[in-house]
């Protein structure tokens, strides 16, 4: 069955340009980062700096767009980055891309090289639909601190997705709980590409069916389903 993804009315008013590109896939194979993820990463990291050409990532015009989605639901963007500017920013730095986990490796590399935001979210972690809503305050989200499981609280107002079991990622897309993360033990997922004005539909698009592309070469025979922009 096809996960079903909700944006809610407050947050189309608070950011009435927002479009998402989902790919829901089945029959994944991952596993500890690979040469072939890890050149991946480091090809990401090249097309990164011909894009920006000098400048600091926080400078593209998509990167000030989600800054100033962020400040407007009342978080501070220099603080806490979208997730594409914040590995654009490591990618940059001579300890460049982290590498966790094959799938991790290679939706990451499509967020650095198309900077956009790419979330990776394990559908046998994820109960009921996914929503991305402004918080009330009071939704959970679990979370580890100081190697504990502990749970946190996001703000009044803030966008979060969540499913029936609680927040999966604060803050948009600045924070992914572990409940949901890609592990090596997963098989099935659904990828979220975010994207704002000024990027085009269709650069949003590119940049979902490279990653399609990527992980049917990394997955060779699974169930890959691209869905269009929302």
Partial sequence: MTLTLTVSDE?????????????????????PSTDASS????????????????RPPHEDPHMVAWRDTYTAFGSKPSRTRNSAEALAKRALTDAGLPRINVL??????????????????????????MRLVRATGTEDF???????ETVEHPDAGEVVWCDETGVTCRRWNWRQGPRTRLTEQTTSAIFLLECLPPMAPEQSRNAA????ELLEKFSPGAKITLRNAE
């Fill in 11 to 31: 947050v189309r008013a608070l950011a009435p340009g927002f479009t998402h590109v989902a790919i829901e896939a089945h029959g994944l194979v991952n596993g």
């Fill in 39 to 54: 050149a991946l990463l480091d090809d990401a990291a090249r097309r990164l700096a011909v894009r920006l050409d000098g």
């Fill in 104 to 129: 991790v490796d290679v939706y990451n590399a499509i967020s650095v090289a198309h900077l956009v935001p790419v979330g990776g979210e394990d559908l046998d972690h994820i109960r009921g639909g």
């Fill in 142 to 148: 679990v979370t580890v601190a100081g190697g504990e």
């Fill in 209 to 212: 069916t490279e990653l399609a």
